[in-house]
DNA sequence: CTGAAAGCGCTTACAG
DNA sequence: CTGAAAGCGCTTACAG
């Protein structure tokens, strides 16, 4: 049947060409078929039981090889494809995964999604994206919106979430991964760096380039940002270098523009400073080509260091220091981390610290 | 009933505390509760059958005002959310949206994005990410993945796929709207504007600031970016100033890095040219950002402009002229012609042509 | 305006 | 290793 397998190349749910004769003449009222080929029959074709039919599929328990050949050949020649939405319905599980990230216009989040979803795709999982905008109401909402779906599995960016949210997550039963940081609360699975740590590490780069009036500007001030500047503080302590007034903390979005500006803002208030270290790399940016319209010598007069090493940053004049972090690594081994936990693995959940790393270049 | 009460404002699918009695003793065997509140819980609380509890929720049909009242508290008291694979199922029909598009990385179809998730979230529609990388072959398999969630609509990017792809969408009988472009094809739905006239607007610019030996850079070469340049030919045409060797196009991904080496070879290559035309913003920043490295000075020794009007452009030094694109229009547009056809709405097909606008900055 | 019946297309839970 | 029955939780299609 030529037509048949023409159909099943290019739709995934063929009509059957040559409808069957309804088994039973019996007067049936509510006859509403869909069109679409389903497991009965392939199950017809191929001489076997529905249930057979869906074991033989799925790979799921032992069933004669001989029948597996069999139905796999009565599939594809139908054009079988299965009904997710049935599929859920029976088993209470669909095969999409929740994942919730802050923003899609930081390309921090574009990675980790792309990992992501090189991670589960192949797997038979479909990341479904969620984005928060740094909301912990909207957060909600879109638990609330998902949860119901069943989702096979949940991603979620850092800690912070509501109450309501927490417990959105823990009654609905759905193996969930914290990504960006990590924790050591017992049955907490997490994947991430010290965001901490790398503050400070760069706060003593700036140090052992001699600098000695440190700058922090900080955005968007979401816990990671907070994070990173408490490492700054911890840094400079450390050097007995620490003054409150160096700190500039905006509650704006991180952006070029605010880079910008925050960076003449915080050389008008402190002219005395000798570095600055901005809490990410757009912000960062933005300072360096506000000192570029202002005549200010990068480093020589101010140093300057980012945070992430976006895209462009190694373009920059001059190029910026900063820190890069596993953002891909981070999407998939949480990721990997949530595969085996989906699949039954308890011992799976714990938590993963990654690296991160300096990479210094002109600016410091 | 406090502690309910309490449940449904944390649960989107409390289970029941007081358990009813199954409602024959019969002998069932494969019992299998999801613990999930049912529209039979609730038509049981209000006294009515299940249909009138659908009918009543969903605001279809007429129902007695009475009714719904009751209806609409016992499903509040009881916490009730629906089942999206159920309903899926019977239905044949999800309240998911498929959306294409090429790449997340491009901040363009990030705003894209988000306009199209502000105007079908609300009304109860979920968009469903799928990223195609500008990959024929991706964009199928996303497609033979997610078509048979009987998605309820579909918004794609463009025009150009694979004839596989097409049939596939066609054959869904899913409703569809084609974004940034526009095409006058019957039984087209398309939300755009003309990039090649566009491209031939900001080309006319540089023409008027005096300019002679135009180039044009592009990168990924995909069917806009192509388009854009056929604007460019047709502007430097008029002026009887057109030299194929004054075109660079390059498949390689667009970035700010590539920019720059773009601009590095052209002006190796062209030295007498007096300005640049480059596809996207990203890579005419990192002309900029080269040309400040080398000491070519902008615009006096070259002029430079950009496309889209992405984040940065306006704080470059100098900044960058550029073609503002309405992509939040397109999508909010998009998304709502897509919700008159999810609706029913036939006559809603068509194609809507929006504006762009010249955003002349200091580059040029 | 309301409802009893059937059905959507799978998988679970038992049996054998 | 295979299968008949029941069930997942809704909506459609008829009736009245």
Redesign the interface.
Known sequence: MPTCLDSA?????PTLRHQDKPLTEAPRRARRS?GRVTLADVARLAGVSPITVSRALRGERAVDSQLVEKVQQAADTLGY??????R??AS?K?TQVLVLVPL??N?LF?DL??AV?RTLFPEGY?P??G?THYDSAEEELL????????PAGLLVTGFDRSE?AR??IA??GVPCVHLMETSNAPGVACVGFSQTDAGAAITRHLLERGRRRIAFCGAQLDPRVLQRAEGYRRGLREAGLYDPRLEMLSPERS???LG?RLFEEMLQRMPDIDAIFFCND?IA??GL??A??LGVAVPARIAMAGFNDL??S????PSLTTVRTPRSEVGREGAGMLLGMMRGAKPAVGSIELGYELVVREST
Do not use: C, K, N, W
């Not at 190349?9 to 749910?13: H, V």
């Not at 190694?314 to 004049?317: C, H, K, L, P, Y």
């Open positions: 190349i290019i739709s995934p749910f869909s494809v299965p009904d997710p939405a049935a859920a319905l209470q669909s899609l216009s390309a574009v999604l792309e979803h479909q479904l994206i984005v638990l609330r919106t998902y949860l119901p779906h069943r309501t417990q959105l009654q609905s952006s070029i523009a910008a757009d940016q933005g080509l506000a570029h319209r895209a462009g190694d373009q920059m004049v």
